[in-house]
């Protein structure tokens, strides 16, 4: 053996054995979990509808196009392995503070696309007609619920998939505060 | 003796120093010279201040004309001296040391020299205990590491210290020509050549360096090793004395080896071989004469390849010292281990730093103003529709003013005409026929409502159905479907009419409430602080009238108001396959005083 390959030996022999160590201290007793996998499920803003359930009640219906990139089916389905969050413009941060949830549940073929819809409900007084700032309020509702957010995300704990669901909005110019 | 000793001869030729005494010195040319060519020469002895430097003139020459002998024509006395005193020096610690005087490989290299009294050195490996001889600090000089280099002109010359004292006679009074003289095919001695073995002082007999009989030269000076050296050179690390070719005959048998860089010998080039083949001397006593050199560490491979590219043997692999491989695999087993850990440690971290980045770099966008324009679509209950549009987005058409101010009056009044009709005929236009069309703005302005008309003639009773195709069709659920689940909330607004179908079965679809008229809160009620609701019993006509009106409960001075605003509601009637039926419903109006 030439001398100047003992360090490369040395070496393969090192990586093999740190890899080694690694991998036996990882995997047995101590299982750590996956990482969270973003690109298998992806989703791309359609639209936003705000809908009046009742005179007190509206909902923002923020619509998806969501897209399996895997080989395999997914059930996309609101439940307790699933949660969805809002990620805030500010600083990027989490939170559960506005409750959002998947409208209903989405069965999504390996390699297929399909449309879904996340639900932010919330108490409101609809406006009168004849409400001379009917517009103007609507428009403070819908901001009040997205222009702080960045982006919803999914996050399937089962599957541990983090599906991010984009802005596509933009805060609405309220028709009182504009120049006459 | 420290460094390359050259030789001038003239601006085209040079050599280099083989041997040196008193009287002149051997030497090893790259061009051939003449009998009695005067040159001039240089060279600094170790230790010494100054250079030597004289002239001397050709004193014989071997047959290729390169080698030969100089005597010092013209020489500064006290220079003389000094080479005299130089070589005492190294005679003496040559004895000091033990080694046999008169070895040296100037007589090595001249071990060639070949006379009936000298009996042939044999050129052998030497024993490694007598490489570790202490060493003479002037032993030094180096060898000539490629002579035949040397004479195509490479210079590729190798530079060996010795460590060992080199044995030589002392210097004898008389003048020397410590040249080398080479034996001639035949045994017969050339001019000058020595016609005895020198003796060194312990009497034993050596192969001598060329002493020209014409006795100029009549001791020979070893310890002078006249092959100068560089640092490196072609496989010869390993360090033998070899002597000329063993051709010649009467020469010294020269084993010739690969170089190896644990042999410590003496060497020096042949100048017809041209390497450097690792040899020992010894004398006919089989005494073994060795000036011990400092080592090359290892051959390189470059070297070692052009070696056994020669078909020479191949070179021994050196064996490192256990600890220097200990070393060398510790080293290469860190960086393996550190590589993996920063693996391990650096990728989740790195991981986590982009996607901090990334959350950073988009937190710090204020808003998507490359998306394209922003629009909801606003639907009430009675699944009438609007859409929203951002707008004062920079660069886009709807910032313009004027544009604004005409559109916002356009909308209004559309959106008034529509939900906002004054008497039961002008609802039902409002819902079943189309509405006067809303003039489009050719630039919408941000503040637009625009209402999303039913389709023209369509059959009343479907207006649901009338409604322009939305995104959300499909998407979202359908229109009062959630509210019936939720609870009722806010003041003074009526909850959904839960409006009772009048024939059970078929294809029911629930009367729904399309406009809503509130109630007028009465000011004598409002002073007396009352408040609460009105429960009223209604029936939903087939063209979506409440009539029969009747209160089940509430205070009554409240009733008469929550009357009066109901008969302004409106309804879309419930249908039975689609055909418009009449239904009863309980209405209830909540007064809260503010």
Redesign the interface.
């Known amino acids: 053996m030439?001398?100047n390959k003992?360090?490369?030996?040395?070496?393969?022999?090192?990586?093999?054995?740190?890899?080694l160590i690694?991998y036996l201290r990882s995997s047995p007793g101590a299982p750590t979990p996956k990482?969270w996998n973003s690109s298998a499920i992806t989703a791309s803003?359609?639209?936003?509808?705000?809908?009046?359930?009742?005179?007190?009640?509206a909902?923002l219906?923020v619509?998806y196009e969501v897209t399996n990139h895997t080989d395999s089916d997914y059930r996309l389905a609101d439940g307790p392995t699933a949660v969805v969050m809002s990620?805030?413009?500010?600083?990027?941060?989490l939170s559960s503070q506005q409750p959002v949830r998947l409208?209903?549940p989405t069965f999504l073929p390996a390699r297929q696309r399909a449309?879904?819809?996340l639900?932010v409900p919330s108490?409101f007084?609809?406006p009168?007609?004849?409400d001379t700032a009917?517009?103007d309020k609507?428009?403070d509702f819908?901001n009040q619920k997205l222009t702080d957010v960045?982006a919803f995300v999914l996050f399937d704990q089962a599957d541990r998939f983090e599906i991010e669901f984009p802005?596509?909005?933009?805060?609405?110019?309220?028709?009182s505060a504009?120049?006459? | 003796m420290e460094g390359l000793a050259y030789v001038d001869l003239g601006p085209d030729n040079g050599a280099i120093l083989i041997d040196l005494a008193e009287g002149g010195l051997g030497f090893h040319s790259v061009a051939p010279v003449s009998l009695e060519q005067s040159v001039l020469v240089k060279f600094k002895l170790p230790k010494a201040s100054g250079l030597i430097e004289g002239y001397a003139e050709v004193a014989w020459l071997d047959e290729s004309g390169k080698g030969g002998g100089l005597r010092f024509v013209e020489l500064k006395p006290e220079q003389r001296e000094q080479i005299g005193v130089w070589a005492g020096t190294v005679a003496a610690e040559a004895e000091a040391t033990g080694v046999e005087a008169g070895s040296n490989l100037a007589e090595a290299e001249n071990a060639s020299v070949k006379s009936e009294s000298i009996v042939e050195p044999e050129l052998v490996q030497a024993p490694a205990d007598l490489a570790t001889q202490p060493a003479s600090e002037e032993a030094a000089a180096a060898i000539s590491a490629d002579v035949a280099n040397a004479d195509r002109g490479a210079n590729a010359i190798q530079r060996i210290q010795t460590e060992n004292a080199l044995p030589s006679a002392k210097p004898s009074e008389e003048q020397a020509i410590a040249a080398a003289k080479p034996a001639t095919p035949g045994g017969e001695p050339a001019v000058g050549k020595p016609s005895k073995p020198a003796s060194n002082a312990a009497g034993k007999t050596y192969p001598p360096a060329g002493v020209p009989s014409d006795g100029i030269s009549s001791r020979v000076h070893s310890g002078i090793v006249a092959a100068s050296a560089s640092e490196t050179s072609v496989p010869a690390s390993p360090i033998a004395l070899s002597a000329d070719s063993a051709a010649a005959g009467g020469g010294p048998r020269v084993k010739q080896m690969p170089p190896s860089p644990a042999v410590n010998s003496v060497s020096s080039q042949s100048q017809d071989r041209g390497t450097a083949p690792p040899a020992a001397v010894s004398n006919d006593e089989g005494t073994q004469r060795i000036a011990s050199f400092s080592l090359q560490s290892?051959v390189p491979?470059r070297k070692r390849e052009m070696w056994e590219a020669q078909g020479k043997e191949p070179i021994p692999?050196?064996e490192?010292n256990p600890a220097?491989?200990a070393l060398?695999?510790?080293?290469?087993?860190?960086?393996?281990?550190v590589?993996?850990?920063a693996i391990?440690a650096g990728v989740?971290s790195l991981?986590t730093r982009v996607l901090?980045t990334t959350?950073?770099k988009?937190?710090a966008t204020p808003?998507?103003s490359g998306?394209r324009e922003?629009?909801?679509?606003?639907?009430?209950?009675n699944n009438r529709r609007w859409i929203?549009?951002?707008?004062?987005?920079a660069g886009s058409p709807f910032v313009d003013?004027s544009s604004?101010?005409n559109a916002?009056p356009a909308a209004a009044p559309a959106?008034?005409n529509a939900?906002?009709p004054e008497g039961p005929s002008e609802a039902d236009a409002a819902i079943a026929e189309p509405a006067p069309e809303i003039k489009q703005p050719k630039t919408a302005s941000?503040?637009e409502?625009v209402l999303a008309r039913p389709l023209k003639g369509a059959p009343v009773g479907s207006q649901a159905q009338n409604v322009p195709p939305?995104?959300?069709d499909?998407?979202?659920?359908p229109?009062g479907s959630?509210?019936e689940n939720?609870?009722?909330?806010?003041p003074n607004?009526?909850?959904?009419a839960p409006v009772q179908p009048g024939t059970p079965g078929g294809n029911l679809q629930a009367a729904v409430l399309v406009?809503?008229v509130?109630p007028v809160y009465p000011s004598a009620a409002i002073k007396d602080g009352v408040r609460g609701e009105v429960r009223v019993k209604a029936t939903i006509g087939k063209d979506g009238v409440p009539t029969n009106l009747t209160a089940v409960s509430g205070d009554p001075r409240l009733v008469q108001a929550a009357l009066d605003a109901i008969r302004q509601w409106r309804y879309r009637p419930a249908t039975l396959e689609g055909q418009a039926i009449e239904t009863t419903t309980t209405v209830t109006v909540a007064f809260q005083a503010n």
């Open positions: 030439r001398g003992l360090p490369l030996l040395g070496f393969l022999l090192a990586l093999i054995l740190t890899a690694v990482p803003y359609v639209g936003a509808q705000l809908r009046q359930l009742d005179s007190g009640n909902a219906y619509a990620r805030l413009r500010a600083d990027g941060s409208s209903y449309r879904v819809a639900e108490a007084g609809w009168d007609d004849s009917f517009q609507l428009r819908i960045q802005s596509g909005w933009q805060e609405l110019k309220l028709a504009l120049p006459r | 290892q491979a692999n050196v490192e220097s491989q060398k695999i510790g080293i290469g087993a860190a960086a393996g281990a590589l993996v850990l391990v989740p991981r901090a959350n950073a988009s937190a808003l998507e998306i922003f629009q909801v679509e606003v639907a009430d209950v929203l549009k951002s707008g004062g987005v003013t604004r101010r916002q959106r008034k939900a906002q941000p503040a409502l939305s995104i959300f499909g998407i979202t659920p229109i959630l509210a939720l609870p009722v909330t806010g607004v009526p909850g959904p406009k809503r509130a």
